[in-house]
């Protein structure tokens, strides 16, 4: 970190979130259209659009012209290449183009566009925007998270009887993982307050990171749905960890993360003991 | 009949909208991070009240004979029950979603029904977090912001967005039976969501931006307008296994189409046939 000065981290964050604004429109043009078309990628729950294209291409151009220095791992790109992505020390733009995409085509308004960057493999910068709900997030390090402008903070929940948590419940569809997930999900779900469900990864960290939710657990996701969000949250006060507990690895982002230190060793704790139940009969 | 409640649609909408202006008040503090559990439920409960004396109040001025129904031990008057008759009867829920009011998530919504001879007539729906108004005339359609709406067409929960109250995990008696229910459901669905306000789950089923939504242990003001607008939209609303809706045990399985809803149907009963998780307390 040393090595990149304030000033020009500062201007990696401000050409990142002026194009990420100008994705604004293309955006909301998609989301508004009675019918928006779309493809399912190898999975049955994976959709994609024209418009994620179109927003990763406008993205990786603008952001490979004003900083050639810097490389991007971006999804659709990724899609293509079918080439694992490594993670280098050079300046790194992890693009989701739109995360969330099945809200997107049914216009429910927690879809977004989410640009995370590395440098020496380290997060630094932290963009998500979703037009449709009215919610541009931005944090760069060591300068707080904002939205729309106004400082945000995670909430102070310590406990998880008072906590709401975020979840993924989706991803039960996956045959692979089915398991872990029933088990976790009973278990942080009758020990929480409450539980949402967003259908958005990138969005359900700045809702942590918001206070709007307390705590937020997920596996086997990709770079681009976490990195950014990544960054908000621990500019807006958050913690986040790798599920089992370690350091998080924005290259295989399995997390637990909360508010606050003390609730996000709970949420790691209770997936700790969820994964040691064997005594259950609904397979 | 049409132009009585014609009338009546002319005469609450209004009020739907200033009821919807009292809940973005109360939404929009500037207090953060307020305890979920703490002295902020009597703010909330502060709200609930501000709304269901307006609403009861300006009704009862103009309608003095109109019924409610509501929870007797809190009725303020002889024009509250917890019983439907024919009379014309108003089921409202002045906040659903309260969880969401308090942490400041936008499903946030004022719901109005208006039952006559037993049958919903009138169903309108105030979001204003997200800026949406819900309406429907029995016959009429179904509206968003006066445009209209119409539940999706989706047949397969392959293709489908379906909404599940997941928080119910945290209710002890019924949560072997939910996680059973979301094992089976969830399998099988492109996305389970999970907003926790069932009032603006109906219109997002009705508007097409879910394609199926299952409930049950509700109130009658939880589903009377929501269950209005889903129809007006196209869409079916049964009891869970497949009978008639009841409003005043709103039990229920909405989708945009019968074949829809009929896959969840069997996959609920499929979850109930499981052995309940063994030994283990969440």
């Not at chain 2, 029904?113 to 169903?123: D, M, P, S």
Request: aromatic fraction near 8%.
């Amino acid at each position: 970190m040393s090595s990149t000065s304030e000033s020009k981290l500062q201007k990696y964050y401000e050409v990142a979130l002026d194009l990420v604004k100008q994705c604004g429109p293309l955006l909301m043009e998609g989301y508004k259209k009675p019918k928006t078309d779309f493809t399912v990628k190898k999975d049955f729950y994976d959709l994609v659009t024209v418009y994620d294209k179109q927003i990763e291409d406008f993205l990786t151009e603008g952001l490979l012209k004003a900083f050639p220095e810097s490389l991007i791992i971006g999804e659709e790109e990724s899609a293509t290449s079918k080439r694992d992505a490594e993670l280098t020390d050079a300046p790194t733009w992890i693009i989701d183009p739109i995360d969330g995409t099945t809200n997107f085509v049914h216009r429910i308004p927690h879809c977004c566009i989410s640009v995370g960057l590395t440098i020496n493999k380290e997060l630094v910068v932290g963009i998500i925007y979703n037009p449709p709900g009215n919610e541009l997030f931005s944090a760069w390090k060591g300068h707080g998270a904002y939205l729309n402008g106004q400082r945000i903070h995670t909430s102070k929940v310590t406990t998880i009887n008072q906590a709401v948590v975020a979840l993924e419940i989706s991803v039960i569809h996956a045959a692979a993982v089915r398991d872990k997930n029933i088990k976790r999900l009973y278990k942080l779900g009758s020990n929480a307050t409450a539980t949402r469900s967003f259908g958005s990864g990138a969005l359900a960290l700045c809702y942590v990171a918001t206070g709007q939710c307390d705590a937020y657990h997920v596996d086997d996701l990709q770079p681009w749905d976490i990195a950014a969000g990544a960054v908000i949250l621990t500019e807006a006060g958050g913690s986040i960890y790798h599920t089992k507990g370690g350091e998080f690895n924005v290259m295989k982002p399995d997390l637990a993360c909360a508010g606050t230190d003390e609730l996000a060793k709970s949420v790691i704790s209770l997936i700790a003991e969820a994964d040691q139940i064997t005594e259950y009969t609904f397979k | 009949m049409l132009t009585e409640i014609e009338e009546l649609y002319n005469f609450i909408f209004p009020l739907a909208q200033r009821a919807g202006d009292i809940l973005i008040e109360g939404y929009n503090r500037t207090e953060k991070n307020v305890d979920i559990k703490g002295a902020f439920y009597d703010v909330v409960t502060d709200y609930d009240n501000k709304i269901e004396e307006f609403l009861m109040g300006e009704i009862l001025a103009k309608y003095p004979y109109h019924k409610f129904i509501g929870e007797e031990d809190t009725a303020k008057n002889n024009n509250v029950s917890k019983e439907l008759t024919d009379a014309p009867t108003w089921i409202i829920d002045p906040i659903d979603g309260t969880s969401n009011f308090i942490k400041q998530i936008p499903h946030v919504c004022v719901s109005i029904g208006l039952a006559i001879n037993k049958q919903i007539v009138l169903g309108i729906v105030n979001n204003p977090a997200q800026g949406k108004l819900y309406t429907a005339k029995l016959g009429q359609g179904a509206f968003c912001n006066g445009k209209p709406i119409h539940v999706s067409e989706c047949e397969s929960l392959r293709d489908a967005n379906v909404a599940y109250e997941v928080s119910l995990l945290h209710v002890h008696n019924v949560a072997n039976k939910h996680i059973k229910r979301i094992y089976h459901v969830g399998l099988h669905a492109r996305r389970l969501l999970a907003y926790s306000c069932v009032v603006d789950e109906l219109c997002m089923v009705a508007a097409g931006n879910l394609d199926a939504f299952y409930i049950e242990d509700m109130y009658p003001w939880d589903c009377a307008a929501g269950s209005l607008l889903v129809s007006e939209a196209g869409g079916v609303v049964t009891h869970p296994f497949g009978g008639p809706f009841d409003i005043m045990k709103p039990d229920l399985i909405c989708a945009g189409t019968e074949k829809l809803r009929k896959e969840i149907e069997n996959l609920l009963r499929k979850a109930d046939q499981e052995r309940s998780v063994g030994g283990t307390d969440p």
